[in-house]
């Protein structure tokens, strides 16, 4: 997607040595998977052979909370999971989709639609999250509102799925636009009368993750002990990173320069991506563990831990002009437990604030009427 998405999924190594400092490593490239085992769980990547959905199914197969990755796709899937299985972790993996002999030469699948139907109904079937990477990635020079009319059909299909085969599961939505795609994929669950408001959540976790690298890095404290909340959407003017509430305080580190530097390039982050990959893909290792992470805190919450927040974007009356906003939310065994808000802003926050909603408001009724409309 736009910032971060597979290179297409339905109707769309890294790992080369262990050290013996390896245990260490994978700590570090998962902060904030959990090991416990008494939290289990069944995941569903969708895209899962793609840029994001490859490192994040492999994250997702190193949590002991996992008990099964179900990894799908158009393409490929099969030969993801195959290679995923062989990893010495308790998760099982399945594979569900075409394989490239498939899908195309001489042996390829007469009718593919049909196919891929029932390929995504029993990838999903008994799915607890449904992790949604997938879609048409951004290239140097798009927006992601560009990305709209792909992707917006592809996640109204995508809730079609879920509602079809499991309507009780959280899921996290991924594919960009998200300020659009998430609205579409909940007005279309509510069109079939299966959506729940504390279960759908748009994934804004790499706003989080890049303010943490860059303002640890400006403001010389430990990346691992800060948090910084991050509200509002997830493009450019509508991602609003609330430096002044970083925990540990950084407001005696930083000038008002400096705070109005990193809260741009924070905004850009994904541009500054796709520019240095020059045409050859969006943000994918970033996004990938964002969004294990952003799972493996459902899950630990799902199963009962307490305590776990996330930003994340969700329908609230928070801000009154956005019927979608993402603010802190506490995790609880049925999704959102309480949405924590705003907190307290500072001047320029409020005024970042305003540009927020400006920059959301059209995203936000562009989804809802795409699916109304139809």
């Known amino acids: 997607v736009g910032d971060h998405t597979c290179p297409v999924t339905l109707s769309h190594d890294p790992l ?31 895209g899962g052979a793609g840029g994001i959905g490859q490192p994040m199914s492999l994250l997702l197969k190193l949590d002991q909370n996992v008990t099964h990755v179900s990894v799908f796709d158009l393409v490929g899937a099969p030969g993801v999971a195959a290679d995923l299985s062989h990893i010495d972790t308790p998760a099982t993996v399945s594979g569900h989709g075409m394989t490239l002999a498939q899908f195309t030469g001489d042996n390829a699948i007469a009718d593919q639609a049909d ?13 607890d999250i449904v992790v949604i990477p997938a879609g048409v990635p951004r290239k140097p020079g798009m927006t992601r509102q560009d990305l709209f009319a792909v992707n917006a059909k592809l996640n109204q299909d995508f809730a079609t799925a879920v509602s079809k085969n499991c309507p009780n599961a959280m899921v996290a939505i991924i594919s960009n636009p998200v300020n659009s795609t998430v609205p579409i994929f909940a007005e279309q669950m509510k069109a079939l009368g299966t959506y729940d408001p504390k279960k759908i959540f748009g994934v804004t976790t790499l706003d989080i993750v890049r303010s943490h690298t860059f303002v640890a890095e400006a403001a010389g404290v430990d ?30 580190k930083l000038s008002a320069e400096q705070v109005a530097a990193l809260t741009h390039r924070i905004q850009n982050g994904g ?16 996004m990938a563990k964002a969004g294990a992470q952003f799972a493996s805190s459902l899950i630990r919450a799902m199963k009962g831990e307490k305590g776990i927040v996330e930003c994340a974007y969700v329908e609230s009356d928070v801000v009154a002009d956005c019927q979608w906003f993402a603010t802190p939310i506490e995790l609880g065994v049925n999704g959102i437990e309480k949405n924590l808000g705003l907190g307290e802003l500072n001047e320029f926050e409020k005024g970042k604030l305003a540009e927020a909603i400006t920059e959301l408001k059209p995203s936000i009724d562009e989804g809802v009427a795409f699916v109304k409309g139809a």
């Open 16 to 46: 080369t040595m262990f050290s013996r400092n390896s245990v260490t490593a994978v700590r570090a490239v998962s902060r904030g998977l959990s090991t416990s085992a008494a939290s289990q769980a069944r995941v569903c990547v969708v």
């Open 115 to 127: 196919f891929q139907s029932k390929a995504f109904d029993e990838a999903l079937q008994g799915a």
């Open 223 to 252: 990346v691992n002990t800060i948090s910084i909340p991050v509200v509002g959407g997830h493009a450019g003017a509508s991602i609003l990173p609330l430096l002044s509430q970083a925990t540990p305080s950084v407001s005696d």
């Open 271 to 286: 541009t500054e991506v796709v520019q240095a990959k020059a045409g050859a893909g969006s943000a994918t290792l970033s």
